[in-house]
């Protein structure tokens, strides 16, 4: 029985961390029609940065640590928002090339990282608490990761205030249905790819922070391994759909650890396995408009 | 075609419309009143939605398109309309995932919207605020397709097919509210059902082959049976 709580809610909360990193994927891709391979260098740079602040300040205690997840979000946003600027916008319409440069982005943030921080990996440190487990239904579960879930929880729950309650939600919102429509009703739709874009590479800052602590080390490579199951995620919610995303997080996250736990290690074929699947039977994925 | 800008609202000189690299428009020179409703009539497949497009730079164009005088060819499309064109496309295209209310306030560019006006012509809109547009009749979806056109103070609409598909009832509903709104703002109207044709437009514009084959008063082509058979190839009695 604790085994099957452990796995269950270990798997949501590795489900959230997925979350973080795909919410930002899907909304990209809703508006823009853009596959951004760049979103993993986002997750690095900031948890990079997010553990040099917190260094700084003092590993131990909660304040840096939120203040480097603040951090992280910051320089995540940032970053997103200067790719968007400098390399995606003069490529307006042409995605094949706007895929490219982020393939391009991609190789070249983790060669640079690698080139300032070094191929190993670096291993971090936290509040203590989050090295403790917390004890439910007999199952020990580490406490990293309710405070993923609860980051995934405020990072949805801001993004869906956000999308339903501002004008900019909306725009984004229709955007996600018609973009040239958006366009023909007088609205400058560019300026929403940046805040789709600075507000996806916020939460990828997030999650970036948060996966640091998840696997105890930084690395260059950190936001690469995230990055394919952030697409797999996005794929099997529907590309372009926040709550698909959400769904397909815990689904995918939560099948992984089980086969991981049950069926010898298989998670990561169990997951490409599924992802197959919805691939053959529902392409648009769970909750994906038909194209 | 000379274009007056005194009296013209809309100059189109030498337009080319592309669509992936095909053609869709060749040649089209044409002059829409500042007054009025304007139709554009051609047989299917001629490029009267092209046109329209292209005018609004949804689709890859070239030429000179003049709003009042002024070169609104080199613009990017929400620049156009935030000129003061409004445009109601083919098939509606309201936001389906968003209600009738979001897809109104989208369309708001002004401080303060004609929102009365809109009410007035389309009272069953007001009831349905809070309802999502993807569950609104087809012409439901119309009405609001119209209402988003009409809510700023345009100096031309772009109207495509607004009847297209529509049942007989809603058909009357529409061309009564294009006809009101035509008091306010002039119109270029694309167009199939020849009695809508006759009840709104003054002038009509048809296209042949991609080129304007003919101008003149809407009403004088539609009571020509061999003008009508041959530019349109319909029967002139349609529309009697």
Same mark, same amino acid.
């Given at each position: 029985?604790?085994?099957?709580?452990?796995?269950?809610?270990?798997?949501?909360?590795?489900?959230?961390?997925?979350?973080?990193?795909?919410?930002?994927?899907?909304?990209?891709?809703?508006?823009?029609?853009?596959?951004? !391979?760049?979103?993993?260098?986002?997750?690095?740079?900031?948890?990079?940065?997010?553990?040099?602040? #917190?260094?700084?300040?003092?590993?131990?205690?909660?304040?840096?640590?939120?203040?480097?997840?603040?951090?992280?979000?910051?320089?995540?946003?940032?970053?997103?928002?200067?790719?968007?600027?400098?390399?995606?916008?003069?490529?307006?319409?042409?995605?094949?090339?706007?895929?490219?440069?982020?393939?391009?982005?991609?190789?070249?943030?983790?060669?640079? !990282?690698?080139?300032?921080?070094?191929?190993?990996?670096?291993?971090?440190?936290?509040?203590?608490?989050?090295?403790?487990?917390?004890?439910?239904?007999?199952?020990?579960?580490?406490?990293?990761?309710?405070?993923?879930?609860?980051?995934?929880?405020?990072?949805?729950?801001?993004?869906?205030?956000?999308?339903?309650?501002?004008?900019?939600?909306?725009?984004?919102?229709?955007?996600?249905?018609?973009?040239?429509?958006?366009?023909?009703?007088?609205? $400058?739709?560019?300026?929403?790819?940046?805040?789709?874009?600075?507000?996806?590479?916020?939460? #990828?800052?997030?999650?970036?922070?948060?996966?640091?602590?998840?696997?105890?080390?930084?690395?260059?490579?950190?936001?690469?391994?995230?990055?394919?199951?952030?697409?797999?995620?996005?794929?099997?919610?529907?590309?372009?759909?926040?709550?698909?995303?959400?769904?397909?997080?815990?689904?995918?996250?939560?099948?992984?650890q089980f086969a991981n736990s049950y069926l010898n290690g298989t998670g990561d074929f169990i997951v490409v396995i599924l992802l197959a699947l919805v691939l053959l039977v529902r392409p648009s994925g769970i909750l994906g408009s038909k194209a | 075609m000379s274009i007056d800008v005194s009296t013209d609202i809309?100059?189109?000189?030498?337009?080319?419309?592309?669509?992936?690299?095909?053609?869709?428009?060749? $040649?089209?020179?044409?002059?829409?009143?500042?007054?009025?409703?304007?139709?554009?009539?051609?047989?299917?497949?001629?490029?009267?939605?092209?046109?329209?497009?292209?005018?609004?730079?949804?689709?890859?164009?070239?030429?000179?398109?003049?709003?009042?005088?002024?070169?609104?060819?080199?613009?990017?499309?929400?620049?156009?309309?935030?000129?003061?064109?409004?445009?109601?496309?083919?098939?509606?295209?309201?936001?389906?995932?968003?209600?009738?209310?979001?897809?109104?306030?989208?369309?708001?560019?002004?401080?303060?919207?004609?929102?009365?006006?809109? +009410?007035?012509?389309?009272? +069953?809109?007001?009831?349905?605020?809070?309802?999502?547009?993807?569950?609104?009749?087809?012409?439901?979806?119309?009405?609001?397709?119209?209402?988003?056109?009409?809510?700023? $103070?345009?100096?031309?609409?772009?109207? +495509?097919?607004?009847?297209?598909?529509?049942?007989?009832?809603?058909?009357?509903?529409?061309? $009564?509210?294009?006809?009101?709104?035509?008091?306010?703002?002039?119109?270029?109207?694309?167009?199939?059902?020849?009695?809508?044709?006759?009840?709104?437009? +003054?002038?009509?514009?048809?296209?042949?082959?991609?080129?304007?084959?003919?101008?003149?008063?809407?009403?004088?082509i539609l009571d020509d049976g061999d003008l009508t058979r041959r530019l349109l190839g319909v029967h002139a009695e349609v529309g009697a």
């Amino acid at each position: 029985m604790s085994m099957l709580v452990l796995t269950l809610i270990t798997g949501v909360g590795l489900g959230a961390l997925y979350f973080l990193v795909a919410s930002g994927l899907s909304l990209i891709y809703g508006l823009m029609h853009v596959l951004n !391979f760049a979103h993993g260098a986002f997750l690095t740079l900031s948890a990079f940065i997010g553990w040099l602040v #917190a260094n700084a300040l003092g590993t131990a205690s909660w304040g840096s640590f939120l203040l480097s997840i603040v951090v992280g979000a910051l320089v995540g946003a940032a970053f997103a928002t200067l790719t968007e600027l400098v390399l995606i916008r003069p490529l307006y319409e042409r995605h094949i090339e706007q895929v490219l440069v982020t393939v391009g982005l991609s190789f070249a943030a983790v060669a640079l !990282f690698e080139g300032i921080w070094g191929t190993d990996p670096i291993n971090i440190a936290g509040p203590p608490w989050l090295k403790q487990t917390t004890e439910v239904l007999g199952a020990r579960i580490p406490n990293t990761y309710w405070v993923l879930m609860i980051a995934a929880v405020l990072v949805l729950a801001a993004l869906v205030l956000f999308l339903q309650k501002t004008r900019y939600g909306m725009i984004i919102r229709a955007g996600v249905e018609n973009r040239s429509m958006v366009t023909a009703l007088g609205i $400058d739709v560019r300026r929403s790819f940046t805040l789709v874009f600075a507000i996806g590479g916020a939460a #990828a800052g997030i999650g970036g922070v948060l996966a640091m602590h998840y696997t105890t080390f930084v690395s260059a490579h950190l936001g690469s391994t995230l990055l394919i199951f952030a697409f797999i995620v996005t794929v099997i919610g529907g590309l372009g759909s926040l709550t698909g995303a959400a769904i397909a997080s815990v689904l995918v996250a939560v099948l992984q650890q089980f086969a991981n736990s049950y069926l010898n290690g298989t998670g990561d074929f169990i997951v490409v396995i599924l992802l197959a699947l919805v691939l053959l039977v529902r392409p648009s994925g769970i909750l994906g408009s038909k194209a | 075609m000379s274009i007056d800008v005194s009296t013209d609202i809309l100059g189109v000189r030498n337009l080319r419309c592309s669509i992936a690299g095909q053609q869709v428009v060749e $040649d089209v020179t044409f002059s829409v009143p500042a007054t009025g409703i304007t139709a554009v009539l051609g047989r299917n497949g001629v490029g009267k939605t092209s046109t329209l497009r292209g005018i609004l730079g949804l689709i890859h164009r070239r030429g000179e398109v003049t709003l009042a005088g002024e070169h609104i060819d080199g613009l990017p499309t929400h620049r156009i309309v935030q000129r003061g064109v409004g445009y109601v496309p083919e098939d509606r295209e309201v936001f389906a995932k968003l209600t009738v209310a979001e897809n109104l306030a989208l369309a708001e560019r002004q401080k303060k919207p004609r929102r009365e006006f809109v +009410d007035a012509l389309f009272p +069953d809109l007001v009831q349905r605020r809070d309802q999502m547009a993807g569950t609104l009749s087809g012409g439901q979806q119309q009405m609001v397709s119209v209402a988003r056109a009409l809510l700023n $103070d345009n100096r031309l609409l772009l109207v +495509d097919e607004p009847t297209k598909g529509l049942a007989p009832r809603i058909v009357t509903e529409v061309t $009564d509210a294009l006809l009101e709104a035509s008091k306010i703002v002039p119109i270029l109207l694309v167009e199939q059902n020849l009695e809508v044709v006759r009840r709104l437009a +003054d002038g009509a514009i048809v296209i042949g082959g991609g080129r304007v084959v003919h101008t003149g008063d809407a009403r004088e082509i539609l009571d020509d049976g061999d003008l009508t058979r041959r530019l349109l190839g319909v029967h002139a009695e349609v529309g009697a």
